[in-house]
């Protein structure tokens, strides 16, 4: 019934949202129309890698394994997140300075990001003993947050054509317009997040009872 009430708000903020967008594209540049798709997603992706580290670190501490779980799915959600980034990054890019791929800062770093988080994802899938694979994905994912500060401050430590929010413009509906959708885009995550977890954990739950009944 939670989870039902907070798709319904977070439909609700969309709506509102991709209006505000519109109204504030017809006011400023069509090619900023990327930004509300690009923006709150390449978001959403820093804050998924964040919980799955912060899971990975409850979990080498508490050893539950419902920390393990919250680290994967997150981990997952933000693969899926900065994919959408990437490429809506990349369409963007083709817009405003006529190329999809130009190895800029930004857009290296983020690649480098989402091929680490691959690599997280591989190790789950690859390690048969539970606690083993728990133990060495939780480590992995430590090391690979590093790519998350390396993407995010590239762009004032680097030489890079990506431009800051404030760079693109300073027009009031603009920045509401972006808030708007960053907050849609959080509430969609949170509830996918809650969902994917409580799917996670009956799947975990029947492989256990299969197991069990297997043992007798």
């Not at 969309?14 to 090619?31: G, L, M, Q, T, W």
């Not at 393990?68 to 369409?91: K, N, Q």
């Not at 693109?168 to 959708?181: D, G, Q, R």
């Not at 996918?192 to 799947?203: D, G, H, K, P």
Request: hydrophobic fraction near 50%.
């Amino acid at each position: 019934m939670k989870r039902d009430i907070l798709l319904c708000i977070a439909v609700a903020v969309s709506v509102v949202a991709s209006y505000a967008a519109f109204i504030a594209v017809h006011a400023e540049r069509d090619d900023i129309y990327f930004l509300y798709v690009h923006a709150p997603t390449a978001w959403i992706c820093y804050l998924a890698f964040s919980i799955s580290l912060i899971a990975s670190i409850a979990f080498l501490t508490k050893r539950k394994h419902a920390y393990d779980r919250t680290a994967e799915v997150s981990a997952t959600l933000g693969l899926v997140y900065g994919a959408i980034a990437l490429i809506s990054g990349s369409i963007w890019a083709k817009a405003a300075w006529g190329s999809y791929w130009n190895w800029d800062p930004r857009e290296t770093t983020t690649l480098i990001l989402w091929i680490a988080y691959m690599g997280y994802i591989s190790i789950k899938h690859s390690i048969g003993e539970v606690e083993k694979r728990a133990i060495i994905g939780a480590v992995y994912n430590i090391l690979a947050f590093s790519t998350i500060p390396l993407s995010y401050l590239s762009v004032t430590l680097l030489l890079s054509l990506h431009p800051q929010t404030s760079q693109i413009s300073k027009s009031l509906p603009v920045h509401v317009a972006l808030y708007l959708n960053v907050i849609a885009a959080s509430l969609f995550f949170v509830y996918l997040l809650i969902t994917a977890f409580t799917v996670r954990s009956l799947e975990d739950r029947v492989n256990a009872l299969i197991y069990e009944k297997g043992g007798v």
